[in-house]
C-alpha cells in the first residue's frame, strides 16, 4: 500500500509539473542600480586581472565601433566559417577563421532578460547599451517598466545609453543597420518604451498617456536621436506614410499624418547645422567628406531593407551595409573627440527566424566584409571595435558529418543508427518553419534527397512547428581589438559591454571616477619603476594587486543614478 502511495504521490507531481511550470526565485532585485554597481566590480576585477598579467597600457580609444551580428549564435559563427573555407578557398572549411576571431580578446556573454531566460532584441541591446539589463520587449528603463503597460512609463527608471554619454563626452554618434531604424537593436541607443513594437503611433494603446511617444518620434525629435549625427537604415513607413497605407500585423505604418523626416529636416535648419537626407545608393554615395557635413538620415527602404542576395545595387536601390558603414565614419571621423559607431547586420536574425540557415550564413559572411573594410579604414591604435550578437537562435550542427560535408548539404543515411533510410541535414532548428521539412502528416521524416537543401530559400528541418523561429538563451562571443580590448577576458554579463564603453570614454557612470582610477594607476606604475626599473619586466606583486583593487572599489559609491 505504502509503494502504491508513493507512486500516486510520483504521478501526481509529475502531472502538476506538466501544467505548471517550476518557477525558481530571482535571488536580487536587479534594478538600476543593481546593475550599475555590477559592473562597477566587474571592471574592478578585470582592472586587476590585467594588470596582474602586465598590463601596463592605459591609452584609451578616441572611437568606439561595436558591429552587432543580430542573433548570431556560436553555432552560427561556426557554421559561417565552414561556409567561408567552402565557398571562398574550396577547402573542408572546419579549419578556417572568420575575420573577428584573429582578435586578441575574447569573451562569452551572458543574454538572459532580467525577467525572461532566453531574451529577445530589445531588452538585449539595451543591456549592451545602457550597461543596464531590463525586462522583455522593453527599451531604456530598468526592470521597474512593465511590458506593454503605458501607465507604468511614468514611475519607471530612465536609463541612457552609450549614445547619450558619447555625446556628453563631445563625441561624434552613429548608427547604421539594415533592419529598420526603430527596430529593437538600434532603438535601444535612443528609445525609452514600455514596449519595442510601439515603432509608430498605430501600435501604442489608444487610451495612452500624454508623453508616451513612439519609437519614431524618439528617433529625430529628441535626444540622443536628434543630436546622432548619422543614421542609416531601413523603415521608412514608421517616419512618414505619404501614400496612407493601412496598418500592417508586423510592421509599424505611420496613422497620424506627420512626416518625421522633414520635420527632422526643418528642426536642423532651424538649429543652422548643416545636414542632408539620403534615399537610395546613389544619393548616399554621392556624400563627399568636403561637404562637412554635420547630420545625414538615410532611409532606404519602406520596411527592413533587403537580403544582400536579393538588393538592387543599381544607383537607385540600396545601398550595401558596407557602403553604409564607410561613409558613416566618414562623416564622423572628422572630430578631434572621436565617435561612437553601432553597426547591424539585422538579416542574420531575420533569416534564422525564417528558418533560412543558408541564407543567415551568408549574412555573417556579409558583416565580415564590412568589418574588413572598416578595418583598413580606421586606426586601430585608437579605436576600440567589438563583434559580437545580441542573442543566439536554435540553429544546431549535429550528426556525423565527414570533414569537409557540406555545410549546408546531407548527410549520408547512418544504418548503425537510423530507423529510416532517409538522410538528413547536419544543419537543423529546434523550432519554425522549417518543421515542413521535417515531418509529414502521418508523422514521418520528409525525404530530402531529392531538394537542393543549399539553396538559399531552403527551409532547414524544424522539431518543433512554428510560423517564425524563435531565439535561445545560449551565450554569444564576444571578440575585441584596440585599446582596451583586453577588458573583455572572462565570461560576463552582456550589460558589462556598457560598462566597458562608458569607462573607455570617461563618461556616463564613469565621466569622474575613471579618471580617478586612470591616474591612481599610472601612479602606482611609477612608483614601481622608481623603487626597481627591473620591475617593468616582472609581474607585480600580490601586495600590488591588492592596491589596485582598492583603488577601483574607492569609488564606488559615486555610482551613477
Known amino acids: ?107 562569452l556573454i551572458k543574454t538572459y532578460n532580467v525577467d525572461r531566460q532566453v531574451p529577445d532584441s530589445a531588452a538585449t541591446a539595451s543591456a549592451m547599451f545602457t550597461g543596464v539589463k531590463t525586462n522583455f520587449k522593453t527599451l531604456g528603463f530598468d526592470n521597474s517598466i512593465k511590458s506593454g503597460d503605458p501607465q507604468s512609463q511614468v514611475e519607471a527608471r530612465k536609463v541612457d545609453s552609450i549614445l547619450t554619454w558619447a555625446q556628453q563626452a563631445g563625441m561624434k554618434t552613429g548608427l547604421v543597420t539594415n533592419s529598420r531604424l526603430t527596430h529593437g537593436t538600434p532603438a535601444a541607443l535612443y528609445a525609452h518604451t514600455a514596449h519595442r513594437y510601439w515603432e509608430c503611433d498605430a501600435k501604442i494603446p489608444e487610451h495612452h498617456l500624454e508623453g508616451v511617444l513612439d519609437i519614431g518620434s524618439q528617433l529625430v525629435g529628441s535626444s540622443p536621436g536628434l543630436k546622432t549625427n548619422v543614421m542609416f537604415g531601413g523603415g521608412d513607413r514608421a517616419l512618414r506614410n505619404p501614400d496612407h497605407s493601412p496598418p500592417e500585423k508586423w510592421s509599424c505604418v505611420r496613422q497620424d499624418g506627420r512626416d518625421l523626416i522633414q520635420e527632422w529636416m526643418s528642426h536642423l535648419e532651424k538649429e543652422k547645422a548643416s545636414h542632408r537626407f539620403v534615399s537610395d545608393r546613389e544619393s548616399l554615395l554621392g556624400i563627399q567628406k568636403q561637404d562637412n557635413l554635420d547630420h545625414v538620415l538615410g532611409v532606404f527602404a519602406p520596411k527592413h531593407m533587403d537580403y544582400e542576395d536579393k538588393r538592387d545595387n543599381s544607383s537607385s536601390g540600396q545601398p550595401s551595409l558596407k557602403e553604409m558603414t564607410l ?179 570617461c563618461s556616463g557612470p564613469y565621466n569622474q571616477t575613471c579618471r580617478r582610477h586612470l591616474d591612481r594607476l599610472k601612479a602606482i606604475e611609477m612608483r614601481s619603476i622608481d623603487v626597481n626599473e627591473s620591475s617593468r619586466l616582472q609581474l607585480p606583486s600580490t601586495f600590488t594587486v591588492f592596491t589596485v583593487v582598492v583603488l577601483l572599489f574607492q569609488d564606488r559609491i559615486h555610482t551613477f543614478r
Do not use: C
Open 327 to 505: 561613409k558613416a565614419i566618414e562623416v564622423l571621423e572628422n572630430n578631434d573627440k572621436g565617435y561612437f559607431l553601432m553597426v547591424e547586420n539585422g538579416q542574420i536574425d531575420r533569416a534564422h527566424h525564417e528558418g533560412q540557415a543558408n541564407r543567415a550564413m551568408a549574412e555573417v559572411l556579409v558583416l565580415e566584409q564590412v568589418i574588413e573594410a572598416t578595418l583598413e579604414q580606421v586606426d586601430l591604435e585608437e579605436t576600440l571595435v567589438i563583434v559580437t550578437a545580441d542573442h543566439g537562435h536554435t540553429l544546431s550542427i549535429s550528426g556525423y558529418p565527414p570533414r569537409g560535408n557540406q555545410i549546408g548539404g546531407l548527410i549520408p543515411n547512418d544504418p548503425l543508427r537510423m530507423k529510416d533510410t532517409y538522410p538528413y541535414t547536419a544543419l537543423n532548428y529546434a523550432n519554425g518553419p522549417g518543421y515542413v521539412n521535417a515531418f509529414n502528416k502521418n508523422g514521418e521524416r520528409v525525404d530530402l534527397s531529392e531538394t537542393d537543401t543549399n539553396d538559399m530559400d531552403f527551409l532547414h528541418p524544424s522539431l518543433i512547428p512554428m510560423g517564425s523561429g524563435v531565439h535561445s538563451g545560449h551565450d554569444v562571443g564576444l571578440w575585441a581589438t584596440g585599446p582596451m580590448s583586453y577588458f573583455f577576458h572572462t565570461t560576463h554579463e552582456q550589460s558589462y559591454i556598457g560598462h566597458v564603453m562608458a569607462y573607455a570614454i
Open 1 to 107: 500500500m505504502k509503494t502504491y502511495s508513493y507512486l500516486a504521490l510520483a504521478v501526481f507531481f509529475v502531472i502538476i509539473d506538466r501544467v505548471t511550470p517550476v518557477i525558481f526565485p530571482v535571488p536580487n532585485n536587479e534594478d538600476a542600480d543593481f546593475w550599475y554597481e555590477h559592473g562597477k566590480v566587474e571592471l574592478a576585477k578585470a582592472e586587476a586581472w590585467a594588470y596582474s598579467l602586465g598590463q601596463r597600457e592605459f591609452r584609451r580609444p578616441k572611437n568606439i565601433i561595436i558591429f552587432v551580428g543580430d542573433g548570431m549564435s556560436l553555432s552560427t559563427v561556426t557554421a559561417a566559417r565552414i561556409l567561408k573555407g567552402q565557398t571562398q578557398y574550396g577547402f573542408s572549411g572546419e579549419e578556417t577563421q572568420l575575420l573577428w576571431e584573429r582578435f586578441p580578446s575574447l569573451s
